[in-house]
């Protein structure tokens, strides 16, 4: 097996640097010609073509668009002696961004057939993160880096092996790719690039509703704020997202503007507040909006004197973006940004004279709409049903479903493949498999024994004892031996012989296990009656339990104390009490979250309630 090559070098064999890693949220780009014949001066050319038709193309498509954190961008630069374009954005929380810019280099690379095109993000290859299901079983992450590229709209893949001529080179191939060695792999023999149209279908599933996608995650509300901020944004809808993140991310150290209650010490003080139409990401949206916040003493009376309960949710809304412009323009760390720079810039024009602020009569003609909130609405029920597949397609429910569509059809799709795999006969302890032209050069150093590996052997490795699973189960309910003994001899047929391999023998044991299982759950329920846990008013039972178990106690003391020569150590043990006890402390253990003790009562029809008196009486105490 070839390890994993990071051209990392020690101290005396030419140390140059640790290995380099992408920061957290960040999306890097590149775009190369690999043409052989052209000199460098002719691809810095066509490479200056590009960046021009870069610049045309986000223009016409992103027209209005506002970018999370940063914006997408490409620069001329010279790396190893070869010139390429390079960018790298930072998208923050909107992983949409990151897909967005996929979406614009694959139009770029469209309408130029000659550019070939690598985009990584910090998870490495996330292409084919997304298409992991179908992959083949040879790209695994320890070669698949420098392997993936976007060339006239199509997503090729660089294939490990050559064929059946092994050669130096192709042997090189089938390890870990350094990029020069990928990019000359492309110059030399591009044509044996791999193509795979569900891969790429799998990969590009998310660019499925793109251009439409962009001005879909875009949300316009209608917030009260005062009149120079209303100046500053209708001047560049853009500088919302860093007062939103200055709000989200916000600490003590940076929310102490906000304590005064003097207009002088406010850049943007609560006075003279209008109403008007701010647009934002829904990323950004919906982190201020999930924010419980508490006015500032400057804000205070603004909530209270709205009339109605939309105009309270529009001061809301301005009161914590306010606040998020207070903190980002008071924070010294955010003096040499973009955004500060600019707004400051703006505020000093009006200071001066040199502008005026927007009068009612200007502000009425600017645009106002209010887009429906329904995405941030989540139905918990209707998700549940998702996740066990019981949909029931109601669409005459205003929702829509349990919330985003993107994330509800997102999930519909990861419920299907989960399905599917459990389906696939042929799937294996590994996951789930797929055809791929390569899988069987990537099996033709294995010998023929391990090949022939049957289907049956493969079961036997992962079967397991049903007879010994039902004796556990028996055994953790506390039913006797005897028992035991007398339900198997009652399902046994006395004139059936106990091993025969016919369909009969098939059919009696089908139905031998359903009442093996039908009689099991009725001893548990037995059981916990027994024990008070299924009794919904148990304080009745209570005192006739202990008094239950207090006279086992005695009697098993007392049978003790005749016979300390048997040495069974559970004489003394109420296995009823421990069942329901068990039971009981795994429900509790899950917390009020999914897990075993709950399930298991579920499927008995039992709906635990939550163990909420409890906590409050620990807080209380």
């Known amino acids: 097996m070839h390890s994993s090559k990071d051209d990392f070098k020690w101290f005396g064999e030419g140390f140059d640097g640790f290995p380099k890693r992408l920061p957290d949220d960040c999306v890097e780009y590149a775009i190369y010609i690999l043409d052989p014949v052209l000199q460098d001066s002719q691809i810095r ?144 023999d591009h044509s044996r690039l791999l193509h795979s149209p569900l891969v790429e279908a799998e990969a590009f599933y998310r660019l499925r509703n793109y251009p439409k996608q962009i001005a879909d995650s875009l949300h316009h509300a209608l917030a009260k704020i005062p009149r120079s901020l209303a100046y500053v944004l209708h001047e560049n809808a853009a500088y919302v997202n860093p007062a939103v993140e200055a709000f989200y991310l916000r600490d003590p150290i ?112 600017w645009t106002k709409r209010e887009d429906d909130e329904a995405w941030l609405d989540i139905n918990f029920e209707d998700l549940e049903k998702e996740l066990g597949g019981k949909a029931t397609g109601d669409t005459t429910r205003p929702s829509g479903g349990f919330g985003d569509k993107s994330a509800e059809e997102n999930l519909r799709k990861m419920v299907a493949r989960f399905e599917d795999f459990l389906n696939d006969d042929d799937a294996g302890s590994e996951g789930a498999q797929c055809l791929d032209e390569m899988d069987n050069d990537d099996d033709d150093g294995d010998s023929e024994e ?49 091993h025969l391999n016919t369909d009969e023998s098939s059919d009696a044991e089908a139905t031998s296990e359903e009442e093996e299982i039908r009689r099991l759950t009725q001893l548990m329920e037995a059981e916990l009656k027994d024990a008070g846990a299924l009794q919904i008013d148990r304080a009745s039972k209570v005192k006739e339990l202990q008094k239950q178990r207090l006279e086992r106690n005695q009697d098993n003391l007392a049978a003790d104390d005749s016979d300390h020569e048997s040495g069974d150590e559970n004489d003394g043990v109420n296995i009823d009490y421990n069942l329901a006890k068990n039971l009981l402390e795994s429900f509790k253990s899950q917390a009020g979250m999914a897990g075993p003790g709950g399930n298991l009562m579920g499927l008995m029809g039992l709906q635990m309630p939550r163990d909420e008196d409890d906590a409050g009486k620990r807080y209380e105490t």
């Not at 940076?254 to 003080?269: E, G, N, Y």
């Not at 090949?451 to 189960?473: C, G, L, P, Y």
Request: net charge negative; hydrophobic share 40%; aromatic share 6%.
């Open 450 to 498: 391990g090949n022939s590996i049957s289907s049956e052997d493969e079961d036997k490795e992962v079967s397991f004892d049903e007879a010994q699973f039902a004796t556990m189960m028996r055994e953790m309910m506390g039913v006797p031996a005897e028992t035991e003994a007398a339900a198997s001899n009652a399902d046994r047929n006395p004139d059936q012989p106990p």
């Open 45 to 188: 050319e066509r490479l200056r073509k590009v960046h021009s038709a870069a610049n045309v193309l986000t223009k016409h498509l992103l027209k209005g668009f506002i970018w999370q954190r940063e914006p997408f961008g490409l620069e001329l630069v010279r790396e190893n002696g070869t010139s390429l374009l390079r960018g790298r954005t930072n998208y923050g929380d909107s992983v949409e961004d990151e897909w967005l810019i996929v979406y614009v280099l694959r139009q770029l690379s469209i309408q130029f057939e000659i550019i070939w095109i690598k985009v990584v993000d910090t998870d490495g290859e996330f292409l084919l993160v997304e298409a992991a299901n179908a992959l083949p079983r040879w790209l695994n992450p320890e070669i698949a880096n420098n392997r993936v590229w976007l060339n006239s709209g199509r997503l090729l893949i660089i294939p490990h092996r050559g064929g059946a001529e092994q050669t130096s080179n192709t042997r090189r191939m089938s390890g870990a790719l350094t990029l020069q060695e990928a990019s000359q792999f492309i110059e030399e």
């Open 254 to 365: 940076a929310m102490r503007p906000l304590q005064t209650t003097s207009s002088r010490d406010h850049v943007f003080p609560p006075n003279d507040l209008v109403a008007t139409l701010v647009k934002f990401t829904k990323v950004g949206y919906a982190q201020l909006k999930s924010q419980h916040f508490s006015a500032p003493p400057s804000w205070a009376g603004v909530s209270a004197e709205q009339v109605s309960a939309k105009l309270k949710a529009q001061a809301e809304t301005g009161m914590k973006l306010t606040c998020g412009f207070e903190m980002l323009m008071s924070d010294p760390q955010n003096q040499d940004t973009k955004a500060v720079r600019e707004i400051k810039l703006l505020l000093e024009d009006i200071a001066t004279g040199e502008d005026e602020l927007p009068s009612d009569n200007a502000m009425s003609t």
